[in-house]
Structure formats: C-alpha cells, structure tokens
T-cell receptor
Framework: QKEVEQDPGPLSVPEGAIVSLNCTYS??????FMWYRQYSRKGPELLMY????GNKEDGRFTAQVDKSSKYISLFIRDSQPSDSATYLC?????????????????FGKGTKLSVKP | NAGVTQTPKFRILKIGQSMTLQCTQD?????MYWYRQDPGMGLKLIYY???????DKGEVPNGYNVSRSTTEDFPLRLELAAPSQTSVYFC????????????FGPGTRLLVL
C-alpha cells in the first residue's frame, strides 16, 4: 500500500460546479496536511494548510482532514476556469517527533482538474 | 522577495555530460529540498538539507550530488547524465517552524539525449 494515494483524474467539470478532491494515506503519524496547486509548466504553490483533524476554509476553498479514516479532502466552490490545474496533496509527520526525515513531505501524484467555461 | 529561484529554466544534455542545477532562496529558510517530477509520478525527493553544511538523501538520490555551503544556495549536481534523468527538477525551501510547509521554485526542465 502506497503511503499516499490520490486519484490522478483527469477531472473535468463545468464552470460553477463544486469540486471534491481527495487523498487517502496509511501512516497514522501524519499530522500536517497540505494542498498544493500546480499550473502547467509551473512550480507547485501552497494552497491550503491544516494541522491535525478538522476543517479550514479560505474563500472558495475548504480543506478537511479526517484522521480516523486517514482521508483528506479539498472542496472548491463555484469553480472557475482559472482553477484548472493539477492539485497535489502532501503530508508530514513533523520533524520533531521521529527525527529529521519524518518531517519531509510525502506527496500524492496529483489530480488534474479542468474547469470548462 | 524573489522567493526560490532556479537556473537554468531548460537544458539539453548529452549522455555522460555533467551539469549543476542552481537554486537560491532569499527567505532565510533553513530547510531546502530537491525534487524531480515525472509525468504521472508525482514529486520524488532527491536530497534535502536542514541547514548549511548538512545534507541527506531522499527517496531517489542515485546519480545526484548536493552541497550546502550557505543558507541561501543549494545546488544539485548531475555527474554523468543518463536518459533516466530526463525530468523536471524543483527546488523548495521551508522554515523550521514545525508547519513543514514548503515553497517551490519554478523548476528546471532537463532533457538527456
């Protein structure tokens, strides 16, 4: 079982739709969870950050973490063509708990999203 | 702040040639990372550094070397280029604040023929 699983898509939705992107993971030590957005031929940029379980909202974006199910989600409301990108989930156990390498991020493979006008 | 900068943006190498990918950050971040990204394969960690003079291997270090003489710079060296090293390389940095959030450069596209 891979440490982080993410459906690569592609996912195509009409403008204005609600988008749900998900990742599952196997390492119960993960406590830092992130979503990165990567436009074509660009570097990933941090979109959302969540520590431990719960929800976090930022404008049209909501990140959810369910540690009991080892499942994280990113919801995009009122999706726009400018949201078309690849979305990567990333997570870490934190460097302080188990040593240096455990703080390194483990990435999902990314889900390619296309929002059609 | 420029953030994380990488040079060159694109390079073609012949098999067996060597090159250095440059990475510089101006955010005074302690931690720096090198990743490679292949189509459909996500980001794979090559090497990382927790501070000047300290480096360690990531998931896919073979064929690469790094050094960290200053906080700002973290160059990645390819000694004998192979077609398997054709990829997009990203440098990233982060602060030691426990959040583990990383900030990425724009990437270097490398083609080995």
């Amino acid at each position: 079982q891979k440490e982080v699983e993410q459906d690569p898509g592609p996912l195509s939705v009409p403008e204005g739709a609600i988008v749900s992107l998900n990742c599952t993971y196997s390492n119960s030590a993960f406590q830092y969870f992130m979503w990165y957005r990567q436009y074509s031929r660009k570097g990933p940029e941090l979109l959302m950050y969540t520590y431990s379980s719960g929800n976090k909202e930022d404008g049209r974006f909501t990140a959810q973490v369910d540690k009991s199910s080892k499942y994280i989600s990113l919801f995009i409301r009122d999706s726009q063509p400018s949201d078309s990108a690849t979305y990567l989930c990333a997570m870490s156990a934190g460097r302080g708990n188990y040593g240096g390498s455990q703080g390194n991020l483990i990435f999902g493979k990314g889900t390619k999203l296309s929002v059609k006008p | 702040n420029a953030g994380v900068t990488q040079t060159p943006k694109f390079r073609i190498l012949k098999i067996g040639q060597s090159m250095t990918l440059q990475c510089t950050q101006d955010m005074n971040h302690n931690y720096m990372y090198w990743y490679r990204q292949d189509p459909g394969m996500g980001l794979k960690l090559i090497y990382y550094s927790v501070g000047a003079g300290i480096t360690d291997k990531g998931e896919v270090p073979n064929g690469y070397n790094v050094s960290r003489s200053t906080t700002e710079d973290f160059p990645l060296r390819l000694e004998l280029a192979a077609p398997s090293q054709t990829s997009v390389y990203f440098c990233a940095s982060s602060t030691p604040d426990g959040r583990e959030t990383q900030y990425f450069g724009p990437g270097t596209r490398l083609l080995v023929l």
